[in-house]
């Protein structure tokens, strides 16, 4: 795969299986189109599984009871916490091991990743506790009725609980995605999700000797498959074929190292809370608009998150080529990654985008064929869809400033994007300008089309190529 010339498909196929098997390590040097596609394919797919497990658990849990769906719903609200804290985590651990990597460095990406893993375990104990000795409560205070809070209080405790499989499933991967081995990253999440979508039946219905445990045993299910496939990550970082292996003599506390990831991970939690809230509030607004209309762009927002997972996996793509050629001093090749890798994920959203404008009211109808509720998720599908290209471009380069350990930046720009101009923009379009729903669709994609362009004109100032992590 050469910059001039497209390949075959025979050779897109080859290509597809050394990416998956993670048979190229290399993203210093060569193709930067290759190195892409290399990083990008297992990372597209690491996405699309998490999007399976989301769907597959509530399927099944749906079986159960209203109660259940309602604990989950409750449970999720809560342990966005921990996955906040995960994901700033894990931005900070990728920055750091693919700029250490970068530099030739595995002594100090063995480092990183060790006082990565242990930050993680530190504050999953913390909350741990918390959610062990305290779900009853804490499902009170989310506004859980008696009644929930009795058939659901296990499957809290269980998942708040035992955080720590969640907290070093995304750490881990981080590593491995930071030091260029996306395969294992993916390989590990469908080992998790394999195992959770095999094990979720058994446990909440009860098959063969098994009791039935309700929604208790959605809890057991995801406990045991991410906690095998933690267990199957440190025997790679171990006794593996990563680029990182890890001997009992790295595991030796690190301040200095330890503070660094703290101070990059500051930003990376930032964002997500940002961002997850800003949808609380819209979510919010919404709900004046009644249920059939709230119901419509439900449905259109995880059609669109859905499609969002492959845009995501390139995104994640940039912020390791970013990382790896700034530690390797070609901040250059950097640069041009980034822009190359957003050029490929306008392409794809742009297909996407015409599949929304045209067949909008189709795909809604396969989820709810209730007029109002296939009339406004459609209109959500098609005002978001417009601004789908430059979405694209707008999470490549926050990415890439992830990327480059200047996590401050994409803070600031999400800060001023969705709170100051997003959620003043949808209250004023919607309520007091009296647009209905169709103003917060429009707040939403003038939201995403600023904070592309903002980040695009951040970006070419080329300060974050300065950023030491």
Wanted: proline share 2%; glycine share 10%.
């Amino acid at each position: 795969m050469t910059n001039s010339k497209i390949p075959s498909f025979k050779q897109l196929l080859k290509y597809f299986w050394i990416a998956v098997t993670g048979k190229e390590t290399e993203f210093t040097s060569g193709s930067i189109r290759k190195a892409i596609f290399m990083l990008s394919i297992p990372m597209i797919l690491e996405m699309l599984m998490e999007s399976i497990f989301a769907l597959v658990d509530i399927a099944y849990v749906s079986q159960v009871s209203v109660n259940a769906v309602a604990t989950i719903g409750l449970t999720e609200s809560v342990i966005t916490l921990v996955y906040a804290l995960a994901i700033g985590l894990s931005m900070a651990a990728t920055a750091v091991v693919a700029r250490r990597i970068g530099e030739k460095d595995v002594q100090g990406a063995r480092v990183a990743a060790v006082q990565a893993i242990g930050l993680g375990v530190i504050i999953s104990v913390l909350l741990g506790i918390l959610g062990i000795f305290y779900a009853k409560e804490i499902l009170a205070l989310m506004g859980g009725e008696p009644d929930l809070i009795a058939e659901g209080y296990g499957y809290t405790k269980l998942l708040i609980g035992g955080n720590i499989t969640i907290m070093l499933l995304f750490l881990i991967n981080a590593i491995f995605r930071g030091a260029g081995d996306a395969s294992i990253a993916m390989w590990t999440l469908v080992l998790s999700n394999g195992l959770n979508i095999i094990l979720d039946p058994i446990f909440i219905f009860g098959w063969g000797p098994v009791p039935e445990y309700g929604v208790m045993g959605a809890a057991i299910a995801t406990n045991i498959g991410r906690g095998t496939a933690v267990l199957f990550q440190l025997g790679i970082l171990f006794f593996g074929w990563g680029k990182i292996k890890l001997a009992l003599q790295d595991l030796v506390f690190n301040l200095k190292v330890m503070i660094n990831l703290v101070k990059v991970s500051l930003g990376g939690i930032a964002q997500f809370l940002i961002g997850t809230s800003s949808w609380v509030f819209l979510m919010r607004i919404m709900s004046e608009f009644g249920s059939e209309v709230l119901a419509g762009y439900t449905i259109a927002i995880r059609v669109i998150m859905f499609t969002l997972m492959p845009s995501w996996g390139m995104s994640n793509a940039a912020a390791t080529l970013v990382g790896q050629n700034l530690g390797a001093k070609k901040p250059d090749r950097a640069e041009i990654s980034v822009w190359k890798t957003g050029k490929y994920n306008a392409y794809f959203m742009g297909l996407v985008s015409l599949v929304y404008l045209i067949f909008a009211e189709t795909i809604i109808s396969l989820f709810n064929s209730t007029p109002s509720v296939v009339e406004n998720g459609a209109l959500c599908l098609q005002i978001i869809a417009i601004g789908y290209v430059f979405y694209a471009y707008g999470m490549v380069v926050t990415q890439a400033f992830n990327g480059a350990g200047d996590t401050k930046t994409p803070t600031k720009i999400n800060f001023f994007s969705f709170w100051m101009f997003q959620l003043p923009i949808a209250y004023v379009a919607a309520i007091v300008l009296d647009f209905g729903a169709k103003g917060v669709f429009i707040a939403i994609t003038a939201a995403e089309v600023l904070l592309a362009v903002m980040a695009i004109i951040w970006f070419k100032k080329g300060n974050w190529k300065q950023v030491q992590v």
